[in-house]
């Protein structure tokens, strides 16, 4: 096996519920209650609803629940199901992977099936970020494969961790996890479809069935990373590992979400919220957006796609929209599932605000912004020429600007309302909080089952 592969290995074998810190056990907690709470939002979703529809009838040793279906279904498609009402949002976590918490339905599923404790998901978790963030921190940024590739991999080995599986079947599902499954980024860039909402899903799904492929006894390429026409040769041919662990585990690095909206546009959105109390939105001659490489490139049209980011024809277009998102921030004063309908893509008071705002990348804030930071300065120019202006270097939901207990509970209860009783919503909420003492997490997945839309 090659290096790298050996030391992913040695990272699952590792890993130990009772070497963790309390504020990493902390940690997983609170985004594992995020991120099932925006799973209960996204669970009318049509593209979550035609991924419950694909997984019915599926069955086999290794069954886990599937939110809204009252039967268990082979735990690759409940991993599929469940990671797409999860992502639909887009109001999950981020980090230098991505969405590293796309990958807890998957794990979730494994422990379900598998029968494992609170503690161990905990641990999966753990490591799934772990092993997820360290290879997305050694590889170039943007290098035009997406993020399901980190999933993939995390998935797999914190999937393997669960299964208990012995070194050599650890490499195999890891193997197996990444050499079939090469996601492309064009998912996220100009017109964005449905499958924006999908995309790790099927991550997750591939690197499942890798796993009990694996299990089963299946070998992977033995060298999948260092071999010839491997990932370091193919995929990412710049790849530095860090030559320090860092001091803070990946799960408390990565950020939470306030908004329903792409990473690089809850500080826009921050921004234009506190603007707002400002400025008569009848007076705005010109709204101008300074930003870092990251968020001009992503939703602010700088990959050459300003004409879908100043009209987005889709809501999976919009939410990736930094001039329709801070638009609608500056009508309505928030940003809600009324931002994305049909009607509202094509308001013309709406696109009025929008055509008066530019964007621009600053090479000093793309500087400061590192791998995570977005800092952007906005400036409002009314017709008496006076000027508004705020700026930040973070947003709310940032591990330098966290979001409370209190709002990370807040906003699970609204999320799962859509979804459950208010009674349901409790005992989940009761459950998730308890996560690691719990001896199975039987309870938790009989109330995905009971999942309704609305």
Excluded at 58 to 79: C, F, I, M, N, R
Excluded at 420 to 445: F, K, M, N, W, Y
Aim: proline share 6%.
């Amino acid at each position: 096996m090659d290096k790298l592969l050996t030391s992913l290995i040695d990272l699952v074998e590792a890993a130990d519920f009772h070497a963790l810190e309390p504020a990493d056990v902390d940690a997983v907690v609170r985004h594992t209650i995020d991120t099932i709470g925006c799973g209960a939002g996204g669970f009318a979703s049509a593209p979550a609803t035609r991924s419950r529809e694909v997984t019915r009838g599926t069955g086999g040793a290794l069954t886990a629940s599937v939110y809204g279906e009252p039967a268990k279904v082979l735990v690759d498609q409940a991993a599929f199901a469940n990671t797409t009402a999860d992502r639909y949002l887009d109001f999950n976590d981020f980090g230098i992977s991505g969405h590293p918490s796309d990958m807890i339905p998957a794990l979730f599923a494994m422990a379900e099936a598998a029968g494992g404790s609170g503690a161990d998901l905990v641990t999966s978790i753990h490591l799934a970020y772990e092993i997820a963030t360290h290879l997305a921190e050694a590889v170039p940024a943007d290098g035009g494969w997406d993020q399901g590739l980190y999933c993939s991999l995390g998935i797999a080995a914190g999937q393997a961790k669960l299964l208990r599986l012995p070194p050599e079947q650890i490499g195999h599902a890891l193997s197996l996890a990444v050499v079939p499954s090469i996601p492309l980024r064009v998912t996220r860039f100009g017109e964005l479809s449905e499958w924006k909402a999908a995309a790790t899903a099927h991550a997750a799904m591939t690197a499942t069935f890798a796993v009990r492929l694996a299990a089963a006894g299946m070998t992977g390429p033995p060298d999948p990373f260092e071999g010839k026409d491997g990932l370091l040769e193919r995929v990412w041919p710049t790849f530095e590992p860090a030559s320090a662990r860092v001091s803070t585990s990946a799960i408390r690095r990565a950020s939470l979400k306030r908004h329903p909206a792409c990473y690089w546009a809850q500080v826009p959105i921050d921004l234009a919220l506190a603007l707002r109390e400002q400025v008569r939105l009848t007076d705005v001659v010109s709204i101008e957006v300074e930003t870092c490489v990251n968020a001009w490139r992503s939703i602010g049209g700088g990959r050459g796609d300003a004409a879908e980011k100043w009209r987005p024809p889709t809501r999976e277009t919009a939410d990736h929209s930094m001039p329709f998102l801070m638009g609608v921030a500056l009508i309505d004063g928030q940003i809600s599932d009324v931002a994305f309908t049909d009607e509202r893509l094509t308001d013309r008071t709406l696109l009025s605000i929008v055509d008066r705002i530019s964007v621009i990348e600053r090479a000093d804030l793309s500087v400061r912004a590192g791998r995570d930071g977005c800092p952007t300065a906005v400036t409002v120019t009314l017709a008496d020429g006076t000027i508004a202006s705020a700026e930040a270097d973070v947003p709310r939901g940032h591990p330098d600007n966290p979001m409370s207990d209190a709002e990370v509970m807040t906003k699970f209860e609204t999320l799962a309302s859509r979804a459950l009783s208010p009674t349901h919503a409790r005992a989940l909420s009761s459950l998730l909080s308890g996560l690691p003492e719990l001896s199975t997490v039987d309870e938790i997945a009989a109330i995905f089952r009971d999942f309704a839309a609305p």
